[in-house]
């Protein structure tokens, strides 16, 4: 069955503290992995795709990397306005994508 | 537009009531998903339109739930004889791709069945 697990469920950072948040998939049969934000209130807002293992994709503050079992998003040095649900989703085909839980991060000043 | 948009905003329901979500996607995007979010939970795909045509409608939990994007642009997810389990928040999302590549998300329905 193809799914996807995210850890941790929520995490809690200092401005500046860096870490970083692990996605463990299976899938039969790996498409892409794909990088979603989700604030309070709204839909989730699209980060990054990877597709093949070893790929990094980078933005701003942020850096996704690709194993053949899982994805870490890192985040450095970050600031309040980073905090949000970060979701995980993986794709075996072109139709739908099968997500995780998310994890819940706040950055504290 | 320059989003998605969906209405309504908040919908609340009572238990057995028929209700229609809509979604406005982003002009001249070919695909449209709809997906059900649990509170604390990931997106859970409901179904797949590439135009018109709906091709994929594997997660749709039961036979109450319909969607339609008759014209290729404009869908609405019916409920009927909606059920409390059926409480969650319905999101759509549109793509400029043949497929769910950056998927542009809507900020949702939130359905309360009482």
């Known amino acids: 069955e193809d799914q996807v697990t995210q850890s941790p469920e929520a995490l809690r950072l200092q401005e500046g503290e860096s870490s970083s948040l692990n996605c463990s998939y299976t899938?039969?049969?790996?498409?892409?992995l794909f990088w979603y934000r989700q604030d309070p209130g709204k839909g989730p807002e699209f980060l990054f795709t990877?597709?093949?293992a070893g790929e990094e994709k980078e933005k701003e503050r942020l850096k996704a990397t690709l194993t053949k079992k899982e994805s870490f998003l890192h985040i450095t040095a970050p600031k309040p306005e980073d905090s949000a649900t970060y979701l995980c989703?993986?794709?075996?085909?072109?139709?739908?994508?099968?997500f995780g839980a998310g994890t819940r991060l706040a950055v504290h000043p | 537009g320059a989003g998605v948009s969906q209405s309504p905003r908040y919908k609340v329901a009572k238990r057995g009531q028929d209700v229609a979500l809509r979604c406005d996607p982003i002009s001249g995007h070919v695909s449209l998903f709809w997906y059900q979010q649990a509170l604390g939970q990931g997106p859970e795909f409901l179904t797949y339109?590439?135009?018109?045509?709906?091709?994929?409608k594997s997660g749709l939990p039961s036979d109450r739930f319909f969607a339609e994007r008759p014209e290729g642009s404009v869908s609405t997810l019916k409920i009927q004889r909606t059920q409390q389990e059926d409480s969650a928040v319905y999101l759509c999302a549109s793509s400029v791709y043949q497929a769910n590549e950056k998927l542009f998300f809507g900020s949702g329905t939130q359905l309360s069945v009482l």
């Open positions: 990877l597709y093949s």
């Open positions: 899938v039969s049969g790996l498409r892409g």
């Open positions: 339109f590439q135009n018109e045509a709906q091709l994929d």
């Open positions: 989703a993986v794709s075996p085909g072109y139709n739908k994508l099968i």
